[in-house]
């Protein structure tokens, strides 16, 4: 688990967090899609929509076997905020991944920048988790998250 973990932290910092990478092209019909592959592990993350998305996320393992997963959806409380103004709040957080002794599935606990605040609440452990993301415009909620995931085994 410590390598699937150094490898997520990895991954999110290379992928949608990062806004100097690009996306891939996409594997379905309106799809947003990131890779990234490094000690014979892959990720890849596959999003729709903008300000309201839903997405999911797997890692594999050299011989294309997934091995972890993690489905997501998410929406913006707020629709006089664009899916930019999200993201200038949200692509930051993420990048903090890591940082604390939160599992690295999403971001920090709790990161602020500005007027925005982060906070990330998670239950469980790589190998079975569900969060809650939710972040603030000056103390009023306008964007939430829910994700859950864990261990694929057949």
């Given at each position: 688990?410590?390598n699937l973990k150094e490898?997520?932290?990895?991954?999110?910092?290379?992928?949608?967090?990062?806004e100097?990478?690009?996306?891939?092209?996409?594997?379905r019909?309106?799809s947003h899609?990131?890779?990234y592959s490094?000690?014979?592990?892959?990720y890849h993350?596959?999003?729709?929509?903008g300000?309201?998305?839903m997405?999911?996320?797997?890692?594999?393992?050299e011989?294309?076997?997934?091995i972890?997963?993690?489905?997501?959806?998410?929406?913006?409380?707020?629709?006089?905020?664009?899916?930019?103004?999200?993201?200038?709040?949200?692509?930051?957080?993420?990048?903090?991944?890591?940082?604390?002794?939160t599992i690295?599935?999403?971001?920090?606990q709790?990161?602020?920048?500005?007027?925005?605040?982060?906070?990330?609440?998670?239950?469980g452990?790589?190998d079975?988790?569900?969060?809650?993301?939710?972040?603030?415009?000056?103390?009023?909620?306008?964007?939430?998250?829910?994700?859950?995931?864990?261990?694929?085994?057949?």
């Open positions: 688990m410590n490898f997520l932290i990895k991954a999110k910092k290379q992928t949608y967090a990062n100097n990478i690009e996306k891939q092209k996409s594997s019909n309106g899609d990131y890779e490094s000690n014979n592990m892959i993350d596959t999003y729709f929509g300000i309201n998305f997405g999911e996320e797997v890692v594999y393992e011989n294309d076997t997934p972890w997963g993690m489905n997501y959806y998410g929406i913006t409380l707020d629709q006089t905020l664009s899916e930019e103004a999200v993201d200038k709040a949200l692509r930051p957080a993420l990048m903090q991944v890591g940082s604390d002794d690295p599935v999403r971001g920090p709790e990161y602020i920048n500005g007027d925005y605040k982060y906070i990330f609440n998670v239950s452990n790589l079975y988790f569900e969060g809650e993301e939710t972040i603030y415009k000056n103390g009023k909620k306008v964007y939430i998250l829910k994700c859950h995931g864990g261990v694929i085994k057949r």
